[in-house]
């Protein structure tokens, strides 16, 4: 039973680049929650996505940013143009589909993606 | 705006000791809490968590501490082993809410 899994584990990219990050959810889990830890920070909430649905975009940069969850595949966590300042370590967790948050077992989080700008 | 608060970014313990974590939050909204480990390179993992409803959760070494009037939680680890090596985040979330919100975490080194 393969856990939450994201690709690329690390990224590069230029400044003005585009930067795709992938998300496939644990095994019968429909809900994906995106996080960022930047340099000596915790992990900061960005969305919340079910299938083909943004639920809570409220943590999300205003621009550059944009997340889906198609009907097939995984969540993808795009941004454009990236810059320097995007620079940490995204990651995605997965819950089941009875809705939202756990308390008894929070979320299962992948082993991130992390994207470097050069 | 930071309203989950770790103030010590490490603590060193000795092998066989107790190891205690401490994490501040400053909204009264928050009704859940959970403590999760991570290890360099991975993602974090539950480790153990406490409904506001409760003061005090054990799971094996694991004891979770909830002190609402003070809006303080501490995580409790007896014994330390060299394993438990590792960050340690605080999270809290609101009944109503789809996040968690982190702290900084705590870097725990076990020396041997």
């Known amino acids: 039973n393969a856990g939450v899994m994201q690709n690329p584990r690390h990224l590069v990219r230029r400044r003005g680049q585009e930067a795709r990050l992938r998300c496939s959810p644990m095994k019968g889990h429909s809900h994906v929650y995106w996080y960022r830890q930047l340099p000596e920070e915790g992990l900061k909430f960005m969305v919340y996505l079910q299938k083909e649905n943004i639920i809570d975009e409220s943590g999300m940069p205003k621009e550059r940013f944009s997340a889906e969850f198609p009907k097939e595949g995984p969540s993808i966590l795009r941004i454009q143009q990236v810059v320097r300042g995007d620079s940490a370590a995204y990651f995605c967790?997965?819950?089941?589909?009875?809705?939202?948050?756990?308390?008894?077992?929070?979320?299962?989080f992948g082993s991130g993606t992390r994207l470097t700008v050069v | 705006d930071q309203q989950v608060k770790q103030n010590s970014p490490s603590l060193s313990v000795q092998e066989g000791r107790i190891s205690i974590l401490n994490c501040d939050y400053t909204?009264?909204?928050?009704?859940?809490f959970l403590w999760y480990k991570k290890y360099p390179a991975e993602g974090p993992t539950f480790l153990i968590s406490i409904s506001s409803i409760k003061d005090k959760n054990e799971d094996g070494r694991f004891t979770v501490f909830l002190n609402k009037s003070a809006k303080h939680l501490s995580l409790h680890i007896v014994p330390s082993q060299p394993g438990d090596s590792a960050v340690y985040f605080c999270?809290?979330?609101?009944?109503?809410?789809?996040?968690?919100?982190f702290g900084t975490g705590t870097s725990l080194t076990v020396i041997p």
């Open positions: 909204n009264s909204m928050f009704d859940y």
């Open positions: 999270a809290a979330s609101k009944n109503t809410g789809n996040q968690f919100y």
């Open positions: 967790a997965s819950s089941p589909g009875q809705g939202g948050i756990s308390v008894d077992y929070g979320y299962t």
